[in-house]
Nanobody, 122 residues
């Protein structure tokens, strides 16, 4: 499956962005999708994930209550709505896919998008 992340940009602290992860190539409904982020000089960290049906979602503690992951299988797209952004959220955001069951572990994902940069100014 091929993934294309989009929606990043520059936003002021307290603002919002919505990232999109568009999938193609295989039956998207069979795949769980995760969002990860990597700040400059740091490791790639888990942000949020959603299982194949959309019934189960998972969030890193740092984004709970501010970020919401959702999917539209008819559009082969997963979204990450990000509210109340702060400068610590600045990073390249990646979406990734694996079969059916979501995971918070980077190494368990088989397919990765190219990343989209989110910059939050103070």
């Amino acid at each position: 499956v091929q993934l294309q992340a989009s929606g990043g940009g520059l936003v002021q602290a307290g603002g919002s962005l919505r990232l999109s992860c568009a999938a193609s190539g295989r039956t998207f409904v069979n795949y769980a999708v995760g969002w990860f982020r990597q700040a400059s000089g740091k490791a790639r960290d888990f942000v949020a994930a959603i299982n194949w049906s959309g019934e189960s979602t998972y969030y890193a503690d740092s984004v709970k209550g501010r970020f919401t992951i959702s999917r539209d299988n008819a559009k082969n797209t997963v979204y990450l709505q990000m509210n109340s952004l702060n400068p610590e959220d600045t990073a390249v955001y990646y979406c990734a896919a694996r079969e059916r069951i979501a995971s918070m572990i980077v190494g368990l994902y088989d397919y990765w998008g190219q990343g989209t940069l989110v910059t939050v100014s103070s």
